[in-house]
């Protein structure tokens, strides 16, 4: 990943690295993640604030300690059949 | 900070037992890093029509509610791409390069927009993409 040097005003900067600290997210992400939604497309959908986060985690590791060995297809056999039956 | 584009089989992953399929090691360290924010996980919204999908019809095999499991996902930092014009259009495009279905085909698309890698443990996917597009096994997943 190439790393480029802009020039922004103090308080500019101030103000993105307000916002990165209250989304959890690094600085270069933030501009990254503005200048493609700049470029077009529709501006992505960053989902679950970080707070939720850890209880995520938590819960799929219940999950997970709760679920049973099963034979069958994996998970990648599954989706490559699934994907191939609907094109 | 690793960034790419997740195979919504490495998400199916996270809810498996130890030694069901390959990666469920490596998908629960995946796991954990989107979790504390250390990785960006991009995915379109596809991914989570695909994911609830899986849970409704295999989940049962496993003991694993559907909608605990859903909405734990939804839960996650991941970082959701709407399925645009611009996004499909490259969908269709990598579809026709690469001889895709248009699903896997879009996770391509998004992983080119993004200039970042797309991160599967589908072995034959990646032996398939290797060398045309950027694509990464989870085995090789820092």
Request: one cysteine or more.
């Amino acid at each position: 990943m190439a790393r480029v040097l802009i020039s922004l005003p103090d308080d500019f900067l101030a103000q993105v690295d307000a916002v990165a600290a209250r989304e959890h997210r690094s600085r270069s992400e933030l501009i990254r993640e503005a200048l493609r939604a700049y470029m077009g497309g529709a501006e992505p959908v960053r989902r679950g604030p970080s707070s939720d986060a850890q209880k995520a985690l938590d819960e799929i590791q219940k999950l997970r300690r709760d679920a049973q060995p099963a034979a069958g297809a994996t998970s990648e056999a599954w989706l490559a059949a699934r994907r191939n039956r609907h094109g | 900070m690793a960034e790419y584009v997740l195979d919504p089989a490495v998400a199916m992953k996270w809810f498996l037992p130890t030694g069901q399929e390959s990666y469920v090691a490596e998908s629960r360290g995946l796991l954990d890093r989107i979790a504390r924010g250390a990785d960006t996980a991009h995915v379109p919204g596809v991914f989570f029509y695909e994911f609830g999908a899986w849970l409704h019809a295999e989940g049962g095999r496993f003991g694993i509610d559907p909608e605990r499991a859903f909405e734990a996902v939804r839960a996650l930092p991941l970082v959701e791409h709407a399925l645009d014009r611009e996004l499909a259009a490259a969908g269709h495009l990598a579809a026709r390069r690469h001889a895709l279905d248009f699903y896997t085909a879009v996770y391509i698309a998004l992983s080119e927009r993004l200039v970042c890698p797309f991160l599967t443990g589908d072995d034959a996917l990646a032996a398939k993409l290797a060398g045309q597009t950027r694509v990464q096994k989870l085995a090789g997943a820092r």
